[in-house]
Nanobody, 126 residues
Framework: QVVESGGGLVQAGDSMKLSCVVS????????VGWFRQAPGKEREFVAA????????YYEDSVRGRFTISRDNAENTVYLQMNGLNPEDSAVYYC?????????????????????WGVGTQVTVSS
């Protein structure tokens, strides 16, 4: 089970931290990604972290503003979002890849992930 939380309404320039709690499976062996989907747009990759935390991947528009991290003891992945702007408004989804191979190509590909949460809404007002 994958459960996202932490979304809400903030103003431009504010920060927000999303959480993704995972139950079932061996969390320390699971690669995790964050994706987002704005109204009328396709879902897009945001960030990903490998099971060992050695691989960190970011979409260009969020690099330097967003930070992905994980706490394997808490079965949780976080997405710290700073400097939010209205273009960041979307439903944010957490996704799991319980497979061995993980690199930048796998990380940003929706089809590489097998389990998805229902998403959490992030709205940034101008």
């Amino acid at each position: 089970q994958v459960v996202e939380s932490g979304g809400g309404l903030v103003q431009a320039g504010d920060s927000m931290k999303l959480s993704c709690v995972v139950s079932g499976g061996t969390f320390s062996s699971i690669h995790v990604g964050w994706f987002r989907q704005a109204p009328g747009k396709e879902r897009e990759f945001v960030a990903a972290i490998s099971a060992s935390s050695t691989g960190l991947y970011y979409e260009d528009s969020v690099r330097g503003r967003f930070t992905i991290s994980r706490d394997n003891a808490e079965n949780t992945v976080y997405l710290q979002m700073n400097g939010l702007n209205p273009e960041d408004s979307a439903v944010y989804y957490c996704a799991l890849r319980p497979r061995a191979y993980f690199n930048s190509a796998w990380a940003s590909t929706e089809g590489a992930y097998e389990y998805w949460g229902v998403g959490t809404q992030v709205t940034v007002s101008s």
